[in-house]
T-cell receptor, first 112, second 112 residues
Framework: DSGVTQTPKHLITATGQRVTLRCSPR?????VYWYQQSLDQGLQFLIQ???????AKGNILERFSAQQFPDLHSELNLSSLELGDSALYFC???????????FGPGTRLTVT | AQSVAQPEDQVNVAEGNPLTVKCTYS??????LFWYVQYPNRGLQFLLK??????LVKGSYGFEAEFNKSQTSFHLKKPSALVSDSALYFC??????????FGTGTRLKVLA
């Protein structure tokens, strides 16, 4: 157990809908990262937050947004969902900006 | 474009034999390099990292990796493979702008 929690574990929704994925980092970790893992795209870095501030942005679509709250938990919002958004979404955390990351168990999103 | 390559989709090795999982990268500046392992239906687990210093890095579960700047490689090695090492291995690099790029993964199969 990495200490990173993600909810929900599974999510099934329809095209056009909006969902929110939640992540609680390990105690004491200030950085939170979001990744998308799919069969055709592999593991894609979406975004990183550090102590509430956006630190780096990867291949994140404009339909997706994230934030990190004062208690350091983070949420990833996915809107106008498309079939291609079906994937495993991982959250990870680390103490600082360049440390190794500790991954949560993931949220499996299925868009029908 | 910055990238990470894992040229082998799968590596098969007999139990007790040494194993190597290859990774090369193309990143400007001084990269931070990581190896992670993923077991079925689980998040990624950190194995080891190179940031600076000795080119030979030792990590978890007896794994090690050698950083070779001239060949821009960071191959993962283990002197004696175990059946329990069978999993999906990812090489990753942190770029100078704090983005993370992961390789496509190499499936390691250790045969008893």
């Amino acid at each position: 157990d990495s200490g990173v929690t993600q909810t929900p574990k599974h999510l099934i929704t329809a095209t056009g809908q909006r969902v929110t994925l939640r992540c609680s980092p390990r105690s004491g970790d200030l950085s939170v990262y979001w990744y998308q893992q799919s069969l055709d795209q592999g593991l894609q870095f979406l975004i990183q937050y550090y102590n509430g501030e956006e630190r780096a942005k990867g291949n994140i679509l404009e339909r997706f947004s994230a934030q990190q709250f004062p208690d350091l938990h983070s949420e990833l919002n996915l809107s106008s969902l498309e079939l291609g958004d079906s994937a495993l979404y991982f959250c990870a955390s680390s103490p600082g900006l360049a440390n190794e990351q500790y991954f949560g168990p993931g949220t499996r999103l299925t868009v029908t | 474009a910055q990238s990470v390559a894992q040229p082998e989709d799968q590596v098969n090795v007999a139990e007790g034999n040494p194993l190597t999982v290859k990774c090369t990268y193309s990143v400007s500046g001084n990269p931070y390099l990581f190896w992670y392992v993923q077991y079925p239906n689980r998040g990624l687990q950190f194995l080891l990292k190179y940031i600076t210093g000795d080119n030979l890095v030792k990590g978890s579960y007896g794994f090690e990796a050698e950083f070779n700047k001239s060949q821009t490689s960071f191959h993962l090695k283990k002197p004696s493979a175990l059946v329990s090492d069978s999993a999906l291995y990812f090489c990753a690099v942190r770029t100078g702008t704090y983005k993370y790029i992961f390789g496509t993964g190499t499936r390691l199969k250790v045969l008893a």
